[in-house]
């Protein structure tokens, strides 16, 4: 058990010495917690931060103006626990509609409705037909997509599904690699051959082709996407694993296993795979990255996440006709984010390949 302790010291002390790693664990807990409480933090808490409001579609980052909150017809007001409020967010019962000013006239307030830049309308609204506070001040950070949605908070909601197929992604492709590459290595033989042989044929298919298949048979959607991703991704896993366990079952403390009369399962499992799982965990962060990657690259052709759902890849689509425009930034910012949580993953992959001296067992 000491040995076991300074062992973890050692290994979280080296992680954590590099700059590079740790700037990578930072960004990776960051964004986790942006997906846990991501309905707490965004400012449109709505399911999927889907709130439109088309009078201030494509606006800039930073544009702030007034939302006079009229109620919704015929809209009862849902009570929304906490827990559910974090997990599927909070239906809105007002519509939220831009104004320029406001006044007080008897039983209503009049409004200048903005409609765009320097167009007005005056509207009259009863005051039994808005809310209690009727006019709030909101500012939109990152600007408004085509549909006048708030970016930043589709942005922060949009984490869960990177984070989320990165995820499903990891836990799929070890499952199937680790495996498959354990019953290879470990048996060798024609199981071997017949492992190997289903492991190149997947291997020969490009990626993307294969997650297409996949797509098209378990059909689009949150769930399809995140499974289609993981089950194309372990074939790296396998052959790493393979690979791995051929070395290791030659050595002596494997003999003395069999020799005591452990079965084989045993063996794989409780005097393998703990010593090689290293390399696995490296390959694992390299996975979750690409997994995020190839997420991102199925929503923005439409095959992934279906709107309304955010997806980074998804705004990616709905805003890169503004890449030429004076508004790129509408689709930068969800590339961004790509760029960076991806990196995270890297760093953090290369943070564990120094920290356990992957290279001197492979």
């Given at each position: 058990?000491?040995?076991?302790?300074?062992?973890?010291?050692?290994?979280?002390?080296?992680?954590?010495?590099?700059?590079?790693?740790?700037?990578?664990?930072?960004?990776?807990?960051?964004?986790?917690?942006?997906?846990?409480?991501?309905?707490?933090?965004?400012p449109d808490?709505?399911?999927?931060?889907?709130?439109?409001?088309?009078?201030?579609?494509?606006?800039?980052?930073?544009?702030?103006i007034k939302?006079?909150?009229?109620?919704?017809?015929?809209?009862?007001?849902?009570?929304?626990?906490?827990?559910?409020?974090?997990?599927?967010?909070?239906?809105?019962?007002?519509?939220?509609?831009?104004?320029?000013?406001?006044?007080?006239?008897?039983?209503?307030?009049?409004?200048?409705?903005?409609?765009?830049?320097?167009?007005?309308?005056?509207?009259?609204?009863?005051?039994?037909?808005?809310?209690?506070?009727?006019?709030?001040?909101?500012?939109?950070?990152?600007?408004?997509?085509?549909?006048?949605?708030?970016?930043?908070?589709?942005?922060?909601?949009?984490?869960?599904?990177?984070?989320?197929?990165?995820?499903?992604?990891?836990?799929?492709?070890?499952?199937?690699?680790?495996?498959?590459?354990?019953?290879?290595?470990?048996?060798?033989?024609?199981?071997?051959?017949?492992?190997?042989?289903?492991?190149?044929?997947?291997?020969?298919?490009?990626?993307?082709?294969?997650?297409?298949?996949?797509?098209?048979?378990?059909?689009?959607?949150?769930?399809?996407?995140?499974?289609?991703?993981?089950?194309?991704?372990?074939?790296?896993?396998?052959?790493?694993?393979?690979?791995?366990?051929?070395?290791?079952?030659?050595?002596?403390?494997?003999?003395?296993?069999?020799?005591?009369?452990?079965?084989?399962?045993?063996?794989?499992?409780?005097?393998?795979?703990?010593?090689?799982?290293?390399?696995?965990?490296?390959?694992?962060?390299?996975?979750?990255?690409?997994?995020?990657?190839?997420?991102?690259?199925?929503?923005?052709?439409?095959?992934?996440?279906?709107?309304?759902?955010?997806?980074?890849?998804?705004?990616?689509?709905?805003?890169?006709?503004?890449?030429?425009?004076?508004?790129?930034?509408?689709?930068?910012?969800?590339?961004?984010?790509?760029?960076?949580?991806?990196?995270a993953f890297?760093?953090?992959?290369?943070?564990?390949?120094?920290?356990?001296?992957?290279?001197?067992?492979?």
């Amino acid at each position: 058990m000491p040995a076991a302790i300074t062992y973890n010291h050692v290994f979280l002390k080296k992680l954590l010495s590099k700059k590079a790693s740790l700037f990578g664990i930072l960004v990776i807990v960051v964004t986790i917690f942006f997906a846990i409480f991501a309905y707490v933090i965004a400012p449109d808490g709505s399911p999927n931060a889907n709130r439109i409001i088309p009078e201030i579609a494509n606006r800039k980052p930073g544009f702030n103006i007034k939302l006079l909150r009229v109620k919704k017809q015929n809209t009862a007001v849902i009570k929304t626990g906490f827990f559910e409020r974090l997990v599927q967010g909070t239906p809105d019962i007002y519509n939220f509609i831009p104004i320029v000013s406001y006044s007080n006239k008897n039983d209503s307030i009049v409004v200048e409705k903005f409609v765009d830049e320097g167009i007005t309308e005056k509207v009259t609204f009863p005051f039994v037909n808005v809310a209690a506070i009727p006019v709030i001040e909101q500012k939109f950070w990152l600007g408004t997509d085509k549909f006048g949605r708030d970016i930043a908070s589709r942005l922060i909601i949009g984490t869960r599904v990177s984070l989320g197929v990165g995820l499903v992604a990891v836990i799929l492709s070890l499952t199937i690699g680790v495996f498959l590459g354990s019953v290879a290595g470990y048996f060798k033989g024609r199981t071997d051959d017949v492992i190997t042989w289903f492991i190149n044929l997947i291997w020969s298919i490009p990626t993307l082709l294969l997650v297409f298949a996949v797509t098209l048979l378990l059909g689009k959607g949150f769930w399809q996407v995140f499974i289609a991703v993981g089950l194309t991704m372990w074939v790296n896993v396998a052959r790493l694993v393979r690979g791995q366990v051929l070395a290791v079952r030659e050595l002596e403390y494997i003999e003395a296993a069999k020799a005591l009369g452990f079965s084989n399962t045993r063996i794989i499992i409780f005097h393998i795979l703990p010593n090689i799982m290293g390399p696995v965990m490296v390959l694992a962060a390299g996975n979750f990255a690409s997994a995020i990657v190839i997420e991102a690259g199925l929503s923005f052709l439409g095959i992934g996440v279906q709107p309304p759902q955010p997806s980074w890849g998804l705004m990616i689509k709905e805003n890169y006709n503004f890449i030429i425009t004076n508004n790129p930034l509408l689709a930068l910012e969800p590339g961004i984010a790509i760029m960076l949580l991806v990196l995270a993953f890297n760093l953090l992959g290369n943070g564990l390949r120094d920290a356990l001296n992957v290279k001197e067992r492979m």
